[in-house]
């Protein structure tokens, strides 16, 4: 049996790996480093490219029971996160770099894995799952449309900038754990009301670098809310970021004993500490206007900027009219797609989708009807979002508790409502998985 998956993104590796660890021979081609998208720079694999956070890690919440969904279905992406995590209390987060080369690494090394650097301009006839991303090189994104005659999504996503941990002002800047949970992870560079109100004039008048490196003519922008540039946010109103990003709620200025009026917090980029990225600042404000105005965040005058946040193209597919809950493509038997591409938003979102494609096209490579993860788990709740005929406006989305079936007995405690709804969905996946074990 021989499956060809077309990217080597989290998304991409997720389905090589699943289909390789059951036996699948598995051609991956991956178009690094030959070519880089705008956004992508590192050479290996499953490249984290707007943040390095995964998210919250509490099995309680949306993003972690969603993670323990995918360790149960053997996630290559946690297996690498587990061994590359740095410290951001309650979230999930990593060395990117570390994170990377151990994916690759798991990669290359497989025995039932061909890795082919060469860049794919049409679809391949056999057996496939598309996992080439947002930023699909436009001759496969041609392809992918002639195929399915219809016009691709396009919104823009944006990177926030990342500044070295010896340039931030540690006098002024504090220590503190976002939202009281574990450790000091979150360093915090506080904001007084006045301080507060020039960098907002600032921010909202600075000039935004150009999008037409990454435009189509015929694509209108549309920028995505889930990965919003802190400048556009900014624009809705002068508390927009206040009650976003630049929350407060839970920390005190040891130098002032009170709450600030704002808060810019910065977490771990790598396990060393070296590199710090701020916090919900995805941006697409010129480099030199980056400078400026985040030099006038407190603790960060001195700033060495180790990159510069950017803003790139993102294109999804029209995905509830052309794919099943299985990822499959409804009109091409054998062909799957996987990743942001679909619809799904988020680093483990992506992942997740990469590891249900693989194991329906296993499904498929052995005459067996697709697999159908409950609604009640979060896996298979994005599953049918994505799928869903009946949504018309079509916009990415991310795990959330809200896409979950309510349960028998209303709860109005929202922890102990959260904590039944996971305790439902794993269960439901543990006995999918068994009937799967036991069929395949």
């Known amino acids: 049996m021989n499956v060809t998956v077309i990217g080597a993104g989290l998304a991409g590796c997720e389905a090589a790996y699943w289909l390789a660890q059951h036996g699948v021979s598995v051609r991956l081609y991956e178009m690094k480093p030959h070519r880089y998208t705008p956004a992508h720079h590192y050479s290996g694999f499953a490249e984290l490219v707007c943040s390095n956070s995964l998210k919250a890690a509490r099995i309680e919440s949306a993003a972690g029971?969603?993670?323990?969904?995918?360790?149960?279905m053997g996630s290559l992406t946690l297996q690498s996160a587990a061994t590359c995590s740095v410290a951001a209390g309650g979230a999930l987060a990593v060395d990117r770099t570390r994170f990377s080369d151990y994916i690759t690494e798991k990669i290359k090394s497989h025995p039932n894995i061909t890795v082919i650097s060469?860049?794919?301009?049409?679809?391949?006839?056999?057996?496939?799952?598309?996992?080439?991303?947002?930023?699909?090189?436009?001759a496969l994104a041609d392809a992918i449309s002639e195929l399915v005659h219809k016009k691709r999504l396009s919104f823009y996503d944006a990177a926030a900038p990342i500044v070295t941990a010896d340039s931030i002002d540690r006098t002024v800047v504090f220590a503190a754990s976002r939202y009281g949970r574990g450790?000091?992870?979150y360093l915090n560079c506080p904001m007084n009301k006045e301080e507060y109100e020039r960098f907002y004039e600032a921010l909202i008048s600075a000039e935004s670098a150009p999008l037409h490196a990454f435009d189509r003519s015929d694509e209108s922008v549309t920028v995505y809310?889930?990965?919003?540039?802190?400048?556009?946010?900014?624009?809705?109103?002068?508390?927009?970021?206040?009650?976003?990003?630049?929350?407060?709620?839970?920390?005190?200025?040891?130098?002032?004993?009170h709450r600030p009026w704002a808060v810019v917090q910065l977490r771990k980029e790598n396990a060393e500490g070296s590199l710090y990225n701020l916090v919900g600042f995805q941006t697409n404000l010129k480099f030199g206007e980056q400078k400026r105005v985040f030099s006038m965040i407190p603790g960060l005058e001195h700033a060495e900027f180790a990159r510069y946040g950017v803003m790139h193209r993102n294109t999804f597919l029209d995905s509830p009219r052309l794919l099943s809950a299985s990822f499959a493509l409804k009109t091409r038997p054998g062909l799957y797609f996987a990743g942001q591409m679909t619809g799904v938003e988020g680093y483990m979102e992506s992942a997740m989708s990469g590891i249900v494609a693989a194991k329906?096209?296993?499904?498929?490579?052995?005459?067996?009807?697709?697999?159908?993860?409950?609604?009640?788990?979060?896996?298979?709740?994005?599953?049918?979002?994505?799928?869903?005929?009946?949504?018309?406006?079509?916009?990415?989305?991310?795990?959330?508790?809200?896409?979950?079936?309510?349960?028998?007995?209303?709860?109005?405690?929202?922890?102990?409502?959260?904590?039944?709804?996971?305790?439902?969905?794993?269960?439901?996946?543990?006995?999918?998985?068994q009937k799967e074990r036991e069929e395949l």
Not at 65 to 72: A, H, I, V, Y
Not at 121 to 130: R, S
Not at 247 to 257: A, E, I
């Open 118 to 138: 060469e860049e794919v301009t049409a679809i391949p006839e056999e057996n496939c799952i598309i996992a080439s991303g947002p930023l699909t090189s436009d």
């Open 65 to 72: 029971l969603l993670k323990e969904e995918m360790r149960r």
């Open 225 to 257: 809310e889930g990965c919003m540039p802190v400048e556009v946010m900014a624009k809705r109103g002068a508390d927009t970021i206040r009650f976003g990003p630049l929350k407060p709620v839970g920390l005190r200025d040891p130098r002032t004993g």
């Open 183 to 185: 450790d000091d992870d």
């Open 360 to 433: 329906n096209m296993f499904r498929y490579l052995h005459g067996k009807s697709p697999l159908s993860l409950p609604a009640q788990t979060m896996s298979g709740a994005l599953s049918r979002y994505i799928s869903d005929e009946t949504v018309t406006d079509f916009q990415p989305m991310g795990a959330n508790m809200g896409i979950l079936p309510p349960l028998d007995e209303p709860i109005r405690d929202k922890k102990e409502r959260y904590r039944q709804l996971a305790e439902r969905a794993l269960s439901a996946l543990d006995e999918v998985l």
